[in-house]
Each structure stands twice: as structure tokens, then as C-alpha cells.
């Protein structure tokens, strides 16, 4: 296994998927709560943080599996933020046998049709490149950042923006492979327990695929007041709380 990982506690296992932009830092404060009570593993997703870039098509569903499989694990609760919620998303999908529960934290979604604004703002970061001070500027302006950027934590946002924008650049190939069909065409065939937790100032676009889940069978949503997309970091008092609830069935 050649993703760098972190694993402690004991008890019913949670694997973690950081958002994309970010790494496992995306969970230091929500994870150490939680390994008062289960035991937690976060990993650096492939090009991010301390685990290597790919080195043709990135395929991080397959990574989750693989991970897995070297952990000796057969069955987890998957927690993804933002990419990393869509990465579990389709994993359940896929393995549903593997996944017990599932907690989606404002994810994107395979398949989902993003807004000429969204792919627009997109393509702003990356025409700024290889400056990576102004790839970083840019992003923050996006509406999900309205919160982060006024917050303590802004400091931690910055320097995961700044490694990934600095590791991004130096991938071989920028392309990634998702499951097909595609999760958008049947999240109505999702069967995890699933707990969906999104920032209430969050963004429209973000609001609108969360609007895609409705239709999943077995799901309780969640808003944190006063977050925005990166409610792990400003609040995780309240996602700590969401999520071991969760857990508890509560």
C-alpha cells in the first residue's frame, strides 16, 4: 500500500476522505474526538499530502478498496468532505457489502451536471498556474469560502491549497476515472445509512446537488449553522456531534 495513512483508537472502524484541495489535516480536529470512541484512519488521498501522485488516470474508488484490503477490513463507515464524499458515495455504490454506514459532508457527485459559473470559476484557478499565490487567492473568492476566509483557520485552508496547487502541477496526467454508470443516473440505489451534513452557508451549487440525494432511500440531513463548505475545519465541535449520534443511532 503505497497511500500514507494514519490509524488510532479501537473499536467499529471510520475511514476518512479529505476534500479535494485539502489532505488528512482536513480531519485533525474531528478525528481525535472520534478516537475516544472508534477506531479512526485517515489517509492522503493519491497526489495529495504525503501519498504519491498518480502516475497515469487517477481512480480513487479503486484506492479505497485496495486501503481496505491492506487494513484487513471488511466492512467500515465511510466519512468523505466534498470530493471525498463523492469518492464514498460511489464506493458504496460499488461495494455496498463493504460500507455499514455512510457520512457525506457537502460532497460532489458523479455524474451531476456543474453550472457554466462553477466550471468557469474553475478554470480561473487554473489559468492562473504556476502561480500558486494566485491560484490560492482565487479560489477563496468562491462563494463556499465565505466563512473559512474570515476564521482562524484560515491559516490551515491556505497551506492545503498552496501543497495541492504546488503537487497538482507536477502530476503527469490530471485525469481521473469514476465507476460507471455514472452515481447521478441511480443514487436511488444507495442502500448505506447514510447522514448528510452540509454548511448553511454553503454554496448554491453546493445546496443543489445536495437536493440530488433526496432521493436516497435511507438518509437524515443535517445543517451546521454558520459553516460554510469547510465546516470540518471552523466547525467540528457540531459535525463531531452530528456524526457520533450517527453512529449511536441517535
Known sequence: MDLYYERYGKGEPIVFLHSGGADLRDWMYIAPLLSKHYEVISFDGRGAGRSPSPIKYANYVEDVGLLLDHLNLKEVTLVGHSMGGQIATDFAMHKPDRVSKLVLIAPSLSGYTYSNEFNNEMKEILNEAPDIEKMVTRALRAPMYQIITKHPQLDLMVQMLSDHCKRMLTWPIF???????????????????????????DSKENFRVATC?????????EQVTGADH?????????????????????
Do not use: C
Open 175 to 201: 485525469e481521473m476515472i469514476w465507476p460507471q454508470p455514472l452515481t447521478a443516473e441511480r443514487l436511488e440505489r444507495l442502500e448505506a445509512e447514510t447522514l448528510f451534513i452540509i454548511g448553511s452557508e
Open 213 to 221: 440525494f433526496q432521493v436516497v432511500p435511507h438518509i437524515r440531513s
Open 230 to 250: 469547510m465546516v470540518t475545519l471552523t466547525h467540528p465541535n457540531a459535525v463531531y456531534k452530528l456524526i457520533k449520534g450517527f453512529m449511536d443511532g441517535s
